[in-house]
């Protein structure tokens, strides 16, 4: 399928396909249980993580609500791995990844009609931007950190992780289409 053809592709239309969802819920889990989920970086917050691309996978594939189950098992995953108070507080660690799913979705949709690169690496980055901001931002109002602190933990982390978003999200969600079409025809 070209870029061309997909720009009208609509998130979690036709019959759900639970393999996938699975597989992507188990990425979350293996990725919030392990050190998978980050990548090591030399700054006081010691990695930056891709944990919540599966999310936005989620949300691109099988629409909004499937990208708000797989972002809820990421942030109770996270959670009951956290090893620090801040992480482990449910409103810190769920509701910023519940909403991963909500806003990589309505991104790709407000750019309907526009090519489908630039609709999934849009939704790459705001579902990226979404979980550092809320997560940081509700450390902040939860008094876990400074808001000078979350500010340069957002500027040092916030790019490398759009960019590894950009480039997972994309052709992540291009091969799992072509698997979900592939197992669609097979009912």
């Known amino acids: 399928m070209s870029n061309q053809q997909n720009k009208d592709f609509i998130p979690g239309q036709g019959k759900l396909n639970l393999p996938i969802v699975g597989g992507l819920i188990l990425f979350s889990v293996i990725m919030g249980t392990t050190?998978?989920?980050f990548i090591p970086m030399p700054t006081a917050a010691k990695s930056a993580t891709i944990m919540h691309l599966p999310t936005i996978v989620a949300s691109l594939l099988e629409g909004w609500p499937i990208g708000v189950?797989?972002?809820?098992?990421?942030?109770?995953?996270s959670m009951y791995a956290a090893q620090s108070p801040m992480a482990s507080d449910p409103l810190v660690a769920i509701v910023p990844r519940m909403a991963i799913g909500l806003t990589s979705y309505a991104?790709?949709?407000?750019?309907s009609g526009r090519g489908d690169y630039l609709r999934?690496?849009?939704s790459a980055v705001i579902g990226t931007l979404t979980n550092t901001v809320l997560f940081l931002g509700f450390s902040v109002l939860q008094g876990y950190m400074a808001l000078d602190v979350a500010i340069s933990i957002a500027i040092t982390h916030g790019g490398p992780e759009v960019l590894v978003a950009i480039v997972i999200v994309i052709p992540s969600v291009i091969v799992l289409r072509k698997a979900r079409s592939f197992l669609q025809t097979l009912h």
């Open 107 to 111: 991104t790709y949709m407000a750019l």
């Open 35 to 37: 050190s998978l989920g």
């Open 120 to 122: 999934l690496g849009a």
């Open 69 to 77: 189950v797989v972002g809820t098992v990421f942030g109770i995953t």
